[in-house]
């Protein structure tokens, strides 16, 4: 942190940057060559003969149908965090009721709650209720998973806002609608984007629920897709990890663009 | 929404009504699951037919099984391991990220790219990258010998592992990042004045600064050491034999492979409570409980 170069700090990061760099070198490089190509030269040579046709095959092959059920759980996953947890995170900040307390304490519970403890009751009961194989399925778990976390940043993020401006809207007799519209909501802006961005990264990124909630192809979701083409087509490596890159392309994309939100967002879950 | 109480001061309140949505969606998809794991525990379900109770039948099987307590010991190995690997480098990757130097927040921006990959993206990638015949073992046989790193008991835990470290590090990373971001730069002016080096200040004012970070970060990588799944399904299968069969994984071959829904959740139950304990453990352990902030020890 201070002035003069860090030499051992500086080793360090370079044998990071080469733990990090080589797998994501061999996994760009093996999407453009041949598989007779990946096979025959090995991963760490550049190839013989560049070529795109891996992506166009996975492309023809269903990705897009994939990418779309990934991208409606994503946005509804989206959606129902942000419908549910800013009215919760007001209510727990801002109420003076003993049931909101109790509200409060069972979602810390929750923290502790891995997803893989309940496949089994989730499988009973999305069966139960008519939603197996059916992306609505899929979503309402992700979601519920989602939430103590996102209730947890947020109030935190609610918790900034200092008492003197609820007082000033007060006087004006404001309802605790206006306050939330006008108050809250714009004041909690960087917990908002928190929580968007951990909800999305959950949704995009989730595996266990629509492994043992969906079978069907036209419920398929990205990571199951990258699953069953790893368990059936496995030998084909570079259109296997075609399908990776093209999985994590829209995210790389939201990256690029917005690093400091998504990072900002990222840390503002693990500071909480 | 209901209408607002009023307070002393006059300012108007939210009810219960704004916490009701949210809780209710939670109890129906979170809480109920995690009541009706215990009740299935004690029943017998194929998944077709209705489950039907059969008293303590899955846990005493359970307690015979010698794979379930084989695999109890391996999860809690590759927790351990995953916690004793995952705390220096994350912990190091992050206070060294948390520096303002220019070439550090551009390295930064690749060092945190794992971030982005699911854990299945992250498996399938390693899965080929290590691939004894036509991955990289197989080009640079000088450093991997024979290069099947999957086919031992030793070898297929050091893969899970490292695939740990990669796949969490950066998570970490930044939470030591913020962490380390949030020391007041006063103290290490002032040990710098002291005449005290880069090595001494993390040391003496770092560390025990990041405390609370240590521990948030430790949490979390234990309750993902726990419930590891998707590494090891997608990377092992739970090999070679039965070696690397840790109890998430365990649970879904119970459940969603021989189609024994009681066993698995019996599974998931020790799973839960496991868990907890070791969360708390670290908790009570380290002293958590009794901090009051950040702030302590300024």
Redesign the interface.
């Known amino acids: 942190?201070?002035g003069r170069p860090?030499y051992?700090?500086g080793f360090?990061?370079l044998i990071?940057?080469l733990?990090?760099?080589?797998?994501?070198y061999?996994?760009l490089l093996?999407t453009l060559r041949t598989r007779a190509d990946?096979?025959t030269e090995?991963?760490?040579g550049l190839p013989a003969q560049w070529t795109l046709r891996n992506y166009l095959t996975d492309l023809s092959n269903g990705f897009g149908r994939d990418f779309l059920n990934t991208l409606t759980v994503t946005a509804s996953v989206v959606a129902?965090v942000l419908?549910?947890?800013p009215?919760?995170a007001?209510?727990?900040v801002?109420?003076?009721?003993r049931?909101?307390g109790w509200?409060f304490r069972?979602?810390l519970l929750?923290l502790?709650?891995?997803?893989?403890?309940?496949?089994?009751?989730?499988?009973?009961?999305i069966s139960k209720a008519g939603l197996y194989d059916h992306l609505i399925g899929v979503i309402?778990?992700t979601?519920?998973?989602c939430?103590?976390v996102c209730?947890l940043v947020l109030t935190g993020a609610m918790r900034d806002i200092s008492p003197e401006l609820?007082?000033a809207m007060?006087m004006d007799g404001?309802?605790?609608?206006r306050?939330?519209r006008q108050l809250v909501l714009p004041l909690s802006k960087g917990g908002l984007s928190s929580i968007v961005v951990f909800a999305a990264?959950q949704a995009?990124?989730?595996?266990?629920f629509p492994l043992?909630l969906t079978q069907s192809d036209s419920t398929k979701v990205?990571?199951l897709g990258?699953?069953e083409f790893?368990t059936e087509h496995?030998a084909d490596?570079p259109g296997?990890?075609s399908a990776?890159v093209l999985?994590?392309l829209p995210?790389?994309v939201v990256?690029l663009f917005a690093?400091r939100a998504l990072?900002q967002g990222?840390?503002?879950v693990?500071?909480k | 929404m209901t209408r607002a109480p009023k307070s002393a001061a006059g300012v108007a309140r939210p009810g219960f009504a704004w916490a009701a949505p949210a809780a209710v969606f939670f109890l129906l998809f979170a809480m109920a699951p995690l009541v009706l794991v215990a009740v299935l525990s004690f029943a017998n379900w194929d998944g077709i037919t209705e489950p039907h109770f059969n008293g303590l039948d899955n846990w005493v099987a359970l307690i015979h099984d010698p794979v379930m307590s084989q695999s109890v010991w391996t999860t809690l190995l590759l927790t351990a391991l995953g916690v004793l690997t995952q705390t220096p480098v994350s912990l190091l990757l992050g206070v060294w990220a948390a520096g303002h130097q220019r070439n550090r927040a551009v390295l930064s921006a690749v060092y945190f790219v794992p971030l982005l990959l699911s854990a299945t993206a992250v498996s399938v990638v390693w899965r080929a990258v290590l691939d004894p015949n036509f991955g990289v073992p197989a080009q640079l046989t000088w450093l991997f010998g024979d290069g099947n790193l999957l086919g031992s008991r030793s070898g297929a835990l050091a893969v899970l592992t490292f695939v740990g470290v990669w796949q969490f590090t950066p998570l970490h990373a930044l939470i030591y990042q913020g962490g380390a971001r949030a020391i007041p730069q006063v103290l290490y002016q002032a040990a710098a004045v002291d005449g005290a080096g880069t090595v001494r200040q993390f040391i003496h004012i770092t560390l025990p600064q990041l405390r609370n970070t240590v521990i948030t970060s430790m949490v979390l990588m234990v309750v993902g050491g726990l419930t590891t799944f998707d590494t090891v399904l997608i990377l092992t299968q739970g090999g070679p034999g039965t070696d690397t069969t840790v109890s998430a994984f365990y649970m879904y071959q119970k459940g969603f492979k021989s189609y024994d829904f009681g066993a698995a959740s019996a599974i998931a139950l020790v799973l839960v409570v496991v868990a907890t304990l070791v969360s708390l453990a670290v908790v009570k352990f380290s002293g958590y409980d009794r901090m009051r902030g950040t702030a302590e020890g300024l």
């Open positions: 942190m201070r860090n051992l700090a360090g990061s990071w940057l733990l990090v760099g080589l797998p994501l061999v996994l093996a990946y096979s090995g991963p760490l129902i419908l549910v947890v009215p919760l007001y209510a727990i801002r109420a003076r009721g049931a909101t509200v069972l979602f929750g502790a709650i891995p997803a893989q403890a309940v496949i089994v009751p989730m499988f009973y009961l309402l778990p979601a519920a998973f939430l103590p209730t609820y007082e007060a404001a309802s605790p609608g306050v939330f990264l995009w990124n989730g595996f266990l043992i990205i990571t990258l699953y790893q496995g490596v296997l990890l990776v999985s994590m995210i790389l990256y690093r990072v990222l840390m503002g693990g500071g």
